[in-house]
Every structure is written in C-alpha cells, then in structure tokens.
C-alpha cells in the first residue's frame, strides 16, 4: 500500500516489493548457477541507458528494467546516496547466499569439479592483492581522495571478484555450456533487435541512415 501511495498507483512499483522478495527466496532455494545465469542474460541484453540505444528513438518494453539494473540508482531514484546499481545490490545477495553455503558446508552447489580455484582463481587473487598494494601504497604517499580511490578500486576489482563467484556457481563442465548457452542465445537476441531498430526506426536528423 506504501508503494501504492509512494508511486500514484503504479501498479509495477506497488508489486515491486513482492516480486524482488520473490526472487531473493527462489535464489536463496535453488542451486546458485540458475540465478547467476538469469543474472547474465539479463546483464547481457538490457538495453543501458548510458548507451544511449539507437540513439534515443527507440525503447524497449524492458527499458526501465534496464535502467533499474545496469544504472547507478541515484540515477533512476534521484537518491545520491544509492551511488551502485541494481546489478551490484542482485551480485551483492549472490555473494552472501554463495557465503553462507560455503560456511554451512552446503553441497547443493555441487562439488563434481571444485579441486581448487585453478589458475584463473589464483590470477584472479593475484589481481586482487595488486588491487590492494597500489591503493593502501596510494593512501601512504598522502593527500589521498579516499571516495574518489574506493571508486576506482571498486572498478578495477570487479572483474577478478566475480571471478571467485562465477567459480563457486559454475563446478561441472555441463555448467560452463549452460553459460555458454546463454552467452550465444543473449548475442542473438541484441542482434535481432539491432537488425530491427536498423530496419523500423529512422535516426535522428543529422546522424547517417
């Protein structure tokens, strides 16, 4: 009802609440590589609007799905504070739910293929502790700007970290083709609808056909 009043009768912000409380349950419930692989499909083919997709004459019907995943929230919600995105918050729950069952000895990951991290987990930690030398090395040296620096750390230690996420989801060979799955079908998808925007939606004046 809060959502209700809050959104003038949106009847998507009044579900809204539901729907994410939802999602965490079913993702909390079911082995962590199926909402990893919604996760990447979805990172994959919303439209950014950063991007600024065909150059703004054209919208999809999950546009602001996109915006509300792939943008800064205090874009979207005119908060300053939310300074992250709603990919970081939906990673951030897979990181704890892929926490908790590690510490619980949880084997409803899986663990055919788990020996070790392999080469690119130990690249990936190696990454990280370079990640961790040059700020703490930056802070000593003096007049450091610490929100400006945790941005640019938070930046360069994104890829390596979900490395280590992308490992613990991932444990079978049969895991590593559902992701190559839905890497190719996501490709497929955005050039369909390039190849539709191209055909159906003129540019803008100014910019060539």
């Keep these: 009802m809060v959502c209700v009043l809050a959104g003038d009768g949106d009847v998507i912000l009044a579900l809204t ?12 419930m079911v082995p962590l590589r199926w909402p990893l692989l919604v996760t990447t499909f979805l990172a994959l083919t919303l439209e950014n609007p950063s991007d600024s997709p065909a150059c703004g004459q054209w919208k999809s019907p999950f546009y ?10 205090n874009v979207t919600l005119r908060n300053k504070a939310l300074v992250f995105s709603g990919l970081d918050v939906v990673l951030a729950c897979l990181f704890v739910i892929a926490a908790v069952r590690y510490f619980r000895g949880s084997r409803i990951d899986g663990t055919d293929g788990a020996e070790g991290p392999g080469p690119i987990g130990r690249f990936a930690a190696l990454s990280l502790a370079g990640v961790a030398w040059m700020w703490v090395y930056g802070l000593a040296r003096g007049e450091a700007d610490v929100p400006n620096s945790l941005w640019q750390v938070q930046r360069v230690a994104y890829l390596p970290v979900l490395v280590f996420l992308f490992q613990r ?12 799955k839905v890497i190719v079908s996501a490709a497929c998808l955005k050039a369909l609808v390039a190849i539709y925007v191209r055909v ?8 060539p056909f």
């Design 169 to 180: 989801a991932f444990r079978r060979p049969s895991d590593a083709a559902a992701l190559g």
């Design 64 to 73: 602001e799905i996109g915006a509300a995943l792939l943008v800064h929230l």
């Design 200 to 207: 159906t939606v003129a540019p803008p004046p100014g910019e």
């Design 17 to 28: 609440p539901a729907l994410i409380l939802g999602a965490l349950y079913v993702a909390w």
